[in-house]
Structures are given as structure tokens and as C-alpha cells.
Nanobody, 121 residues
């Protein structure tokens, strides 16, 4: 059974920073891409950032230059450093990973439970 557990959310003032972490655990053979999504109230879930197993990264337009995604393959963990936060960044942030649990190599998408990020005075 594969689990993704996020941490690091909270309340921060505009202009502040937060660092999210997401650790994958359980039976894992390999991890391909890992990503962060977010969903604000009344809005669709959107891709924030993605990082491949080789370290290539992609960012949504609204977070380019402010957020940085990274991963530690030895720890099966992905991070999201969020700087210059503004109220529009308020959302539940979800970790997502494309994981092969077994040596057959078949990959499946897994989601974390989400962590709330609130940017407010």
C-alpha cells in the first residue's frame, strides 16, 4: 500500500514563505514524476509544479519565479518552497506521484490527503 503524506501547510502573511513536504511510503519499486496541485474554494484543481525522476521541472504561470520544486529520491520526498506568497495562493495543496509499487513496473497515480495553505493578514 502506497501512501503520500504532506506537511508544512499553515497560515502566513502576504509576502511570507512556506515549505511543503510530501513523503511517499509503503511498497514502492520506483517513483516517476512527482507534483503539487492546489484547489481553492469554488475552483478547479490546478497543477502548481511538477518534477520528473530526472529532475526536470515545470511550473504553472501563476507561481513561476516564486515557487521552487525539488525532490530527494533517497527519501522518496518532494518539496515545494513557496516565497512571496499572496492571498491568491490560498488553497489546499495536494501531492501527487506516479509510482510503480511492484517490480512489474506498472505505474499508478497516488494522491496525498492535502494540506491547507492560507495567506492572510
Amino acid at each position: 500500500q502506497v501512501q503520500l503524506v504532506e506537511s508544512g501547510g499553515g497560515v502566513v502573511q502576504p509576502g511570507g514563505s512556506l515549505r511543503l513536504s510530501c513523503a511517499a511510503s509503503g511498497t514502492i519499486f520506483s517513483i516517476n514524476a512527482m507534483a503539487w496541485y492546489r484547489q481553492a474554494p469554488g475552483k478547479r484543481r490546478e497543477l502548481v509544479s511538477l518534477i520528473t525522476s530526472g529532475g526536470a521541472t515545470h511550473y504553472g504561470d501563476s507561481v513561476k519565479g516564486r515557487f521552487t520544486i525539488s525532490r530527494d529520491n533517497a527519501k522518496n520526498t518532494v518539496y515545494l518552497q513557496m516565497n512571496s506568497l499572496n492571498p491568491e495562493d490560498t488553497a489546499v495543496y495536494y501531492c501527487n506521484a506516479f509510482i510503480a509499487p511492484n517490480s512489474d513496473g506498472r505505474e499508478h497515480y497516488y494522491w496525498g490527503q492535502g494540506t491547507q495553505v492560507t495567506v492572510s493578514t
